[in-house]
């Protein structure tokens, strides 16, 4: 899923600041849960938004983050990546949720981000597969190809 085709190949994510992958990862995330909760056949505004809430909450990312640690889903080097987003600070006092799990929430959307520019749809993509395949939406499996 190339949102800004080109633009963002020409951004090294080493070079960019955790929290600034951690807003781009925020968006690309938000894009993907939208697109399946749509996609299950919801249609009203409120409803939509509290199923999606479910997949983008700092708890719902935080718990899914962990999730891959522990099924040694992610390399060594995006476990590197995620530690610099968890550990990056916001300086912002997070709602509804703890420190540490908004800090691992921030990780998750950092390592999203970071593969984003660095042009690793497949990926997100696997990523994203899995959390879906992990956590089902209720209406059927989604496929994002």
Do not use: W
């Not at 938004?49 to 909450?57: G, I, L, N, T």
């Not at 520019?117 to 499996?141: S, T, V, Y």
């Amino acid at each position: 899923m190339r949102i800004m085709p080109g633009n963002a190949n020409k951004i090294d994510p080493s070079q960019v600041n955790s929290l600034a992958l951690a807003f781009m990862g925020d968006s690309i995330i938000e894009v993907y849960v939208r697109e399946a909760v749509i996609a299950c056949g919801g249609t009203k505004p409120h409803l939509l938004h509290a199923k999606a809430v479910e997949y983008v909450s700092a708890k719902a990312q935080s718990r899914f983050l962990h999730e891959l640690k522990e099924e040694n889903f992610l390399s060594e080097e995006e476990l590197k990546i995620v530690r610099r987003g968890r550990n990056a600070k916001s300086h912002s006092v997070p709602r509804n949720t703890d420190v540490q799990t908004y800090n691992f929430s921030t990780g998750f959307e950092a390592l999203i981000g970071h593969l984003y520019f660095a042009g690793q749809e497949d990926r997100i993509e696997k990523i994203m597969e899995k959390m879906f395949r992990n956590h089902p939406l209720e209406g059927g499996a989604v496929n994002h190809e």
